[in-house]
């Protein structure tokens, strides 16, 4: 018989893999293995000292913090003269405010000094924006003022009533320090005590 008809296609072409070939790759090379681990380690060490650096940093830890607030607490509903020395000093009234964002800054020093009670404490909701730890002093009593604030169509009166106010405050410098009154909101469900070691992880960073 003779010999069959050979094709046209280069035999290159027509080969087929062998068994065990490695696939084709891209002609860059892969980095070695030490390489890798070199790199992984100075990623570890680098987080490692980024971490003491930040805790080094903290002078005030988030449980210093609430225990202070709580401390402010008990003094502020015996009506202990102490109290005052845990919070900044209480904030001059322009006869213009600002603006009326300074005007609720102020809500949330004034209301501290006046004669209300705190009922409790809780953490704030964490927010990006306010990386320090803050805290909601929840009040019975009410809180009034009367302020005169500039706005872009000139200077306007500003009254503004509180009943039972919710006050925003940090902790800066071992002082408390109002940042804002609000209308009391109660939470969806109380902190567990492990949703509360995940919420003080979130703003110390540990």
């Known amino acids: 018989m003779g010999k069959g008809r050979t094709s046209?296609?280069?035999?290159?072409?027509?080969?087929?893999?062998?068994i065990g070939a490695r696939p084709s790759v891209s002609s860059r090379p892969l980095p070695s293995r030490r390489?890798?681990?070199?790199?992984?380690?100075?990623?570890v060490l680098g987080g490692v000292a980024l971490f003491f650096l930040f805790r080094a940093n903290q002078p005030v830890s988030f449980a210093a913090e609430e225990a202070l607030c709580r401390r402010f607490m008990e003094l502020k509903n015996a009506r202990d003269p102490r109290a005052a020395d845990l919070l900044a000093p209480k904030p001059d009234i322009p006869n213009v405010v600002a603006s009326d964002e300074e005007a609720e800054r102020l809500d949330g020093a004034l209301v501290l000094h006046r004669d209300l009670r705190i009922i409790d404490v809780w953490p704030e909701k964490p927010d990006p924006r306010h990386p320090a730890p803050r805290f909601v002093?929840?009040?019975?009593?009410?809180?009034?003022?009367?302020?005169?604030?500039?706005?872009?169509?000139?200077?306007?009166?500003?009254?503004?009533?509180?009943y039972n106010p919710d006050v925003v405050v940090e902790v800066r410098d071992?002082?408390?320090?109002?940042?804002q009154a609000r209308f009391h909101e109660e939470p969806a469900k109380p902190l567990?005590?492990?949703?509360?070691?995940?919420?003080?992880?979130?703003?110390?960073?540990?």
């Open 192 to 206: 567990t005590p492990r949703e509360r070691e995940r919420l003080r992880r979130l703003l110390t960073g540990q």
């Open 35 to 43: 390489t890798l681990f070199v790199l992984l380690g100075g990623a």
């Open 8 to 18: 046209g296609r280069p035999k290159s072409a027509a080969r087929t893999p062998e």
């Open 174 to 179: 071992g002082k408390i320090i109002g940042l």
């Open 137 to 162: 002093l929840v009040t019975q009593g009410s809180y009034d003022r009367h302020f005169q604030v500039a706005t872009p169509e000139g200077v306007k009166s500003r009254s503004r009533s509180l």
